[in-house]
């Protein structure tokens, strides 16, 4: 289980990007990756076992990498550090221990459980207080829940008919960098093996079956927020965009470890996935994969199978890293994103969706105005509210003066506040390996001791923080 690397030697550009792998691989002290210059017979064997349309038509001037799932990554030599994150990925990565498992079923999946049983084929049988309060716990102490025979079949029978005739106008998931790339930038983004799922939003919610799922889960939503445990935290959850119908067609096709809402201002609180399909079993991959707090954190939490009619809710937040594992055969997922009004009235485009009611519904068929103003932090803003229409487009100086009213930050400022010394240090380091500079020296200057002996094992991608707590291998458990 390897990481084929296939690089053109007579490169400098490839050189300098096989450089920082190498140097890499040695401070992970994991044999990761197996390197075949190009051309030679190594570099060709791998280049055999490349379906043909994955397959690059010449190596000049390029790194290209096959992963252990048979996903090929090309161009590396213009992002290492893409690869570099999938051997730290590699390294780092650790399974839950059997006590974890244990701990993890205890609270969140065998109590749901027991309520699905108990409630003998009854439709919504996760409405009843004891089930909900369960979810909530289950959320509140683990970030996450899941129900099985969520939908009536029938519902589940028109959605998945839904996605078939849609299939044809899916277009690629984006991810966070597509909203900053244009042209071709944006179509590179957008072919990138990191997403890689097709997608189409019901923002009307009229295909067939989404009125009804739609329904069920605001009601399920509307349960949690009378739970305790889950009450205060979605207090301001009355909006919900389009349902987003994903279909990941095989071929090793992933999304790779993400949070949904990075920076926590894009005003998603909850995501919740409902999973279409029929007699899947392990061989088929496509778990969603749920770790620990935290994107540096390579502790996996759970595995989830996404099985026909299986509903799974989670924080949207830091607290929920996931990544959907290579797919071998088609996967569906519905998704919905149920958002905080008070979080989206602080920065510009969240603000702005609260007034395109064909983007953002208000849930379980509440007041638009009235939970406008309840998302409020006071009365200067509500007043400001409750003069605005409820379904407008903004020019810039009404922009600018709700951007004075509601102390909008940009996604750059928060960035920036988020950002760590060590996070710039690397980037730094890395920008130096890449001109030229050798790897460790680059590394040593930016990054005090960092790299040093007993630190070398520390992520670079993830955030570095001091005294990272890694996760120990399960074999490593008294
Ligand atoms: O399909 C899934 O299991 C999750 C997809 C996901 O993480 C996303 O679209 O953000
Ligand atoms: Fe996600």
Same mark, same amino acid.
């Given at each position: /289980?390897?990481?084929?690397?296939l690089?053109d ?6 050189l ?9 691989e040695? !401070?992970?002290k994991?044999a990761?990756?197996e390197?075949h210059?190009? &051309? ?6 791998? %280049?055999r076992? /490349?379906?043909f349309?994955?397959?690059?038509a010449?190596?000049?001037g390029?790194?290209w990498a096959k992963?252990s ?6 161009n590396?030599?213009e992002d ?9 990925y ?6 839950p221990t &059997?006590?974890?498992?244990a701990?993890v079923?205890?609270?969140v ?5 027991r309520?699905r049983q108990d409630a003998?084929?009854?439709a ?7 089930? %909900? ?8 102490s @683990? ?6 025979d969520?939908?009536p079949?029938? !519902?589940?029978?028109? *959605? ?7 299939r044809p106008e899916?277009q ?10 244009t042209?071709?930038?944006l179509?590179k ?7 890689g799922?097709?997608?189409?939003f019901?923002d009307?919610?009229?295909m067939?079956g989404?009125?009804?799922?739609l329904?069920a889960?605001?009601?399920?939503? +509307?349960?949690?927020?009378?739970? +305790?445990?889950?009450?205060?935290r ?5 909006w919900?965009?389009g349902?987003?119908?994903a ?5 090793a096709s992933?999304?790779?470890k993400?949070?949904?809402?990075t ?10 996935v409902?999973y ?7 061989q ?7 770790f620990?707090p935290?994107?540096?954190?390579c ?5 989830v199978?996404?099985?026909?009619n ?6 949207? !937040?830091?607290?929920v890293p996931?990544?959907?594992m290579?797919?071998?055969?088609d996967?569906?997922?519905i998704s919905v994103?149920?958002l ?13 969706? %609260?007034f ?5 519904r208000c ?9 406008? %103003?309840?998302?409020a ?10 003069q605005l ?5 903004f !020019? @810039?100086?009404?922009?600018s003066?709700?951007a004075r009213?509601?102390h ?13 010394e060590?996070?710039?240090a690397i980037r730094?380091a890395?920008a130096?390996? *890449?001109q030229?500079?050798?790897a ?9 001791d960092? /790299? ?7 992520p ?18 008294p």
């Amino acid at each position: /289980m390897v990481i084929h690397v296939l690089y053109d030697a007579c490169c400098p550009t490839c050189l300098r990007a096989i450089q920082l792998v190498t140097f890499r691989e040695d !401070t992970l002290k994991a044999a990761t990756t197996e390197l075949h210059p190009w &051309p030679s017979a190594g570099a060709e064997e791998v %280049l055999r076992g /490349m379906a043909f349309g994955e397959r690059p038509a010449s190596l000049r001037g390029r790194v290209w990498a096959k992963l252990s799932s048979g996903l090929v990554l090309p161009n590396c030599q213009e992002d290492p550090m893409r690869l570099i994150y999938e051997m730290e990925y590699m390294a780092f990565v650790r399974l839950p221990t &059997p006590q974890i498992r244990a701990h993890v079923d205890e609270i969140v999946v065998l109590p749901l459980e027991r309520a699905r049983q108990d409630a003998k084929g009854r439709a919504r049988w996760w409405s009843s207080p004891s089930a %909900l309060r369960s979810a909530a716990r289950a959320l509140a102490s @683990q970030h996450f829940a899941v129900f099985d025979d969520f939908l009536p079949e029938a !519902t589940c029978e028109a *959605l998945a008919a839904s996605a078939r005739s849609a299939r044809p106008e899916m277009q690629r998931g984006a991810t966070g960098a597509a909203s900053k790339a244009t042209g071709t930038d944006l179509a590179k983004v957008l072919n990138e093996p990191s997403r890689g799922d097709v997608v189409k939003f019901c923002d009307d919610g009229k295909m067939s079956g989404c009125p009804e799922l739609l329904d069920a889960l605001d009601a399920l939503v +509307e349960g949690l927020q009378g739970c +305790e445990e889950t009450r205060q935290r979605l207090r301001c959850v009355d909006w919900a965009n389009g349902a987003m119908f994903a279909i990941y067609p095989g071929n090793a096709s992933r999304y790779i470890k993400h949070v949904d809402n990075t920076l926590g201002t894009d005003g998603r609180c909850l995501t919740a996935v409902l999973y279409l399909n029929r007699d899947w079993t392990k061989q088929h991959g496509g778990s969603l994969r749920l770790f620990e707090p935290g994107m540096q954190n390579c502790q996996v939490k759970r595995d989830v199978e996404p099985i026909w009619n299986r509903l799974v809710v989670f924080w949207s !937040t830091q607290e929920v890293p996931h990544e959907v594992m290579a797919c071998y055969k088609d996967r569906l997922a519905i998704s919905v994103w149920f958002l905080c009004g008070a979080q989206s009235l602080r920065s510009r485009e969240p603000f702005t969706r %609260l007034f395109r009611p064909e983007k953002l519904r208000c849930i379980a068929g509440r007041d638009r105005r009235q939970r406008l %103003l309840h998302a409020a932090a006071n009365q200067n803003e509500r007043e400001a509210l409750a003069q605005l229409p409820l379904d407008c487009t903004f !020019t @810039q100086q009404q922009l600018s003066e709700q951007a004075r009213i509601f102390h909008w930050r940009t996604e750059e400022d928060v960035q920036k506040d988020q950002d760590t010394e060590q996070d710039l240090a690397i980037r730094t380091a890395v920008a130096k390996a *890449l001109q030229g500079v050798p790897a460790a020296e680059a590394f040593q200057a930016a990054v005090p001791d960092k /790299m040093q002996s007993a630190k070398c094992s520390l992520p670079l991608r993830f955030e570095l923080v001091e005294d990272f707590p890694l996760p120990r291998r399960p074999q490593d458990d008294p």
